[in-house]
């Protein structure tokens, strides 16, 4: 978890891209260091993660993991042939690789040890998972007991949108709204939902009613973070506390939950969702602070990274720019 924060101040640039070569303000007292990314490589980056060397890993939309030999300042291609891979969590004592990808998390084996990996094992792949877009699948963060975990998108149902039927499953607009304001829906098991695997590889529902959970972290507690995006359901981007069991608001999740098997989730009325709902921890105000924030990290660096030990950065994919959350429990609640 300290190493991760070097990430923080390391940009990534692509001669090949048009994308701007550093950021706009730096703050007094940081550099940025640029690392220029393999040459001619599309490098859509789903996941970093250093290795107890110091080495980085990186995983990307193209479903490749790369990796960055930080002394030599040399890319080498560990593995591909995954399917969208946004999520990685190397093991700080085995150095041992998993990453998450749309269908499952995979365990990457390099058996041979020439820098390849050649054994791909799947962990768990219990989630459902269709043609859909908008099936993304965010991750990876393990406990103190051995527990991955992630987070998995609703399905884009609505078909203006979506521009097909074959989707428009599990959509909720509720009684006395129009069906249009139902804009994601839940096409094939587990979508919108918050889940555990087991040190055994076993898959537990864990918490529903998310919408877009970009990103998940974990404090040194094993205490748990997700940041959710704006759309139907879900006012304004935000950050939650996942614990067991809470609903998050967005209800096509609640087709695979026990207490509404069988029920016409438009048929309930909002006022039992909300009763129902637990509302964030924070609001990250939509266009003015993020519109897709990601992965909430926390400052255990000892005072290496400034005056922010213990406090949370998230950074945003749409507006390229990183926040800082300062929590605190009230009434036991987390709020911010």
Known sequence: MKKIFSALCILFLNFYSSGQGKPDRIPNGYSVQTINTPAEVSFGVGGMEFAPNGDLYVCTREGDVWQYETQKKVWSLFADGLHEA???????????????????????????????????????????????????????????????????????????????????????????????????????????????????????????????????????????????????????????????????????????HPDYEGKDLNEIPIEEYEKRWSPPAVWIPHGELANSPGEPIFDYSGGKFGPFEGQMFIGDQSRSNIMRVSLDKVGGEYQG
């Not at 004592?93 to 820098?115: A, C, N, P, Y």
């Not at 792949?125 to 998995?152: P, Q």
């Not at 129009?178 to 076993?202: N, S, V």
């Open 86 to 256: 946004l999520g990685i969590w190397i093991d700080s004592k085995s150095s041992t690789v998993f990453v998450i990808q749309r269908g499952e998390i995979t365990q990457l084996i390099d058996s041979d040890k020439d820098g390849n990996a050649d054994f791909y094992k799947t962990i768990n792949a219990d989630w459902g998972v269709t043609d859909n877009y908008h099936e993304y699948a965010f991750g990876l963060v393990r406990d103190s007991k051995g527990n991955f975990y992630g987070t998995l998108n609703t399905s884009l149902s609505w078909p203006g949108w979506a521009r097909s039927e074959k989707w428009n499953i599990g959509r909720v607009w509720t009684t006395g709204y129009p069906d249009t304001d139902g804009k994601m829906g839940r096409a094939t098991k587990y979508r919108g939902w918050g889940f555990q695997i087991t040190p055994e590889g076993k898959f537990v529902p864990f918490a529903s009613g998310m919408r877009s959970p970009a990103g998940i972290g974990i404090s040194k507690d094993d205490e748990l973070f997700f940041t959710d995006n704006q759309g139907d359901w879900e006012a304004s981007s935000s950050l939650h506390h996942i614990v067991k069991g809470r609903f998050h608001g967005h209800p096509s999740s609640l087709m695979d």
